[in-house]
Every structure is written in C-alpha cells, then in structure tokens.
C-alpha cells in the first residue's frame, strides 16, 4: 500500500463527525446533504470508521454487522459499504488502509466472513475479495409463468417479521450468504412495505410467501408487477406462489422478479428475460479459523458424513494472520482449525472463499489459478459448503 505517512489516525465517527462526513459524501459522491439525510448519517456514526489526515476527514467506511447463513449454519458477518475518499486524499492507500483495519476489527470479534457489494470489482479483488453469482433479475411476460390451480392466500397488511420471518428463515438455510434477518442496521421487513409512492402487497400461502407491488413505468404502458421479496420452502409452496403471481394477468402483462441462478425460472429464461446483471456480490474470508470452524461434516439434508483431516496453506498478503499453512479437522458439529508446518496444496484466499461458499467447483478454482496441489484437500473444502450455493435478496443489499 502507497503510504500516507504517520500523520494518518484511524477511529470510529462520533456525532460531532456528522458535518465532515456530510462533506466527504458530498465531494466522494455528488450526494447532497439535508436535515432528514443528517440524522440518518448520525445514526451511522457508530459503524462507521474515518482515516483522519490532521483534521481532515480523508476517508471513510461503513462495517454493518449482520447474520448469515453459510453451508446452513448461521454465523455473524462483517459487511463493507459507503468506502469513499475525499477526490484530494486518493492514491495514498487510505481506503486499503480502512479495508484492512476493518478486517482486524473482525478477526477480533470472532467474525470470519467479510461482503460487500463493490463500486468496481477489480478494486477488491486486489485486496482479497471475490466476486460471486448469486442470482438473475428476470423481467418476462406473466403469461410465461406456471400458472395451475389458485391456492389459498392470506393478505398481510402489517407485522411482516412476525407473519414471515419463521418460514423465511426455512428457506434461506439453503442459501450460502442469505441475510438472516435477525441483527442489522435496519429492519428489512419494515420496509418492504414502506416504498414511498408504490402500494406494497403482501400475501401469506402454504410454505411460501410474496411481497409485490404494482409499478408503473409510464403513462403509455399498464402496470409492472414487482417481486420486492419472495420465499418458498417446499416444492408445493413454489408451486403455489407461481399460480399466485400468475393470477394477475390481465392486471399487468409482465413481472420483475429476482431468483437464484439455480431456480427452474433461471434455467428456463435467463437466457430470454434476463433485465440486467444483478449487482455483484464480494466474498472474503476475514479469519480462517473462525469460517471455518464453524462449518460442520454434513450433507444437504443434515446427515453426518466422514471427511479426513486436509492440510492447506492460505496465499493472503493482505491479511497475513489468514498466511501459511492450516490443519483442518472436520465434525459432525463443528472443525477444529489450527496451525500446522507443512501442506502439499496452496490455495489463494479467494479461491478458498470459492470453496467454501460452494460457488464453484474444486476443477474451477484450479483452472483459475487459485490453487494448486492435492485435489483431495481441495475436495473436503468443497464438501464442507454441504450442497449451498451463494444467493442474497435485492432488498438486503447494503
């Protein structure tokens, strides 16, 4: 990293920090400041971290906490949002600096596992995080859907938390990096609702549920329909939430909606319907121990399984606590992780975030230049991610 020299101090932002953050925002991003923007910026303080060069506020960023779900185990996560530098303050590695100290931060608090969503892409890759595939933005005809016989649904008009989060919560465990929805910066199921200017829909069915809103594009055309979020934790409740959203044909002629690469809908018509790229979400691991401890020998559906002991060694310049070689020991509960002297495979720190988020195969994490060495050790990380794939919901993007 470019040097700023020692007059650089790393703290957290305090209240009387609000003003200079506003001002950095303001020259980072072209955002302008307000009254109603200023409380919601001061109740930010408090996980936010600035690089001060005297009394200049040069840099900043954002670490939410959150929950997430990994290989289906819920584990705590540190995430990175709003990065920015003062246009004066750029090329002197402040926003590394920032990056690794919010690395630190986590390794101390037990954290393993680092997101953010990424400005550019090549940005963080230099600094050990890896971008992933979590899922397609279809927009496509409704008369495309399955639609098949209405089932019953209950409208739900207040207390989302408390009518959907059971059943939410059914379905993400099947997702590596879904947002748990128990601790965060913000309630996501106050705002489902609260679009300003957009009418929110919420309906309840057996073992699924939509929350969607009617939006019109123009004057020339009829309404969109908009899937803000969606679950389903059986094959039954996928096929009832499809007729749900089928039903309103006629009402509007397309619907937005955002799915898993791995949903039959993906399969079908990405390759006709897909709107945009999602934006991409980055993964890094911020401690091997901690991600990896807590990740257990068991298949899918929960069944224990036998791995052998993998010894590997870690490539991670940017954070050389994750450096060298690791033991790792996997349990039907947990893996013991701990330091060892040799190992016959290197793996690049975002390869071994490939692994163990079960974005990519083992074959595909070669072939790209992160690993090298036994395949056998390469394979037992794989394992270990226990048949997830990476997804996250628009609407719990940070």
């Keep these: 990293m470019k040097g700023a020299g020692r007059d650089v101090i790393v703290r957290r932002l305090v209240d009387d920090d609000v003003e200079r953050y506003l001002e950095l925002r303001d020259v980072s ?14 109740g930010r303080m408090a996980t936010t971290w600035g690089a001060f060069r005297g009394d200049a506020l040069a840099a900043s960023l954002a670490d939410p906490r959150f929950e997430v779900y990994v290989a289906g185990v819920r584990v705590p996560m540190a995430g990175v949002a709003a990065v920015q530098t003062a246009p004066e303050h750029r090329r002197l590695g402040l926003a590394a600096r920032l990056l690794r100290h919010a690395l630190e931060i986590a390794r ?42 209405l089932a019953d649904a209950t409208r739900v008009t207040s207390d989302l938390r408390g009518a959907f989060q059971a059943l939410y919560a059914r379905c993400a465990v099947g997702w590596t990096f879904a947002n748990a929805r128990t601790i965060g910066p913000w309630d996501v199921w106050e705002d489902l609702l609260a679009e300003p200017g957009q009418q929110g829909l919420a309906y309840r069915l057996d073992d699924a549920y939509v929350v969607l809103q009617h939006h019109y594009e123009d004057d020339q055309h009829g309404p969109v329909l908009r899937v803000r979020d969606h679950a389903h934790a059986s094959a039954s409740g996928r096929r009832a939430l499809l007729a749900l959203l089928a039903s309103f044909a006629g009402q509007s002629s397309k619907i937005v909606i955002d799915v898993p690469a791995t949903d039959p809908l993906a399969w079908d018509w990405s390759g006709w319907y897909a709107k945009h790229a999602r934006k991409t979400l980055m993964a890094r691991v911020a401690d091997v121990p901690s991600a990896i401890a807590r990740l ?3 298949t899918s559906t929960g069944e224990r399984i036998d791995l052998d002991p993998c010894t590997v060694t870690i490539r991670d310049a940017f954070a050389p606590w994750n450096e060298g070689s690791w033991r790792v020991t996997p349990g039907p509960d947990r893996c013991v992780v701990a330091r060892s002297d040799r190992a016959i495979t290197t793996l690049d720190v975002r390869g071994l975030a490939l692994l163990l988020s079960g974005a990519v195969t083992p074959r595909t994490v070669i072939l790209a230049g992160l690993a090298e060495g036994d395949h056998a050790a ?21």
């Design 108 to 149: 101390d608090d037990g954290i393993g596992w680092s997101l953010l969503y990424p400005f550019d892409p090549r940005f963080y890759t230099r600094y050990g995080w890896q971008g992933l595939s979590t899922g397609v933005t279809l927009e496509m005809p409704l008369e495309r859907l399955a639609g098949g016989a």
């Design 378 to 398: 390469l394979d037992t990380l794989a394992t270990l991610a226990a048949g997830r794939t990476p997804y996250q919901a628009p609407v719990d993007a940070f």
């Design 29 to 42: 991003f072209g955002y302008p400041g307000g009254d109603d923007i200023r409380a919601e910026i001061a």
């Design 296 to 298: 257990r020998a068991r």
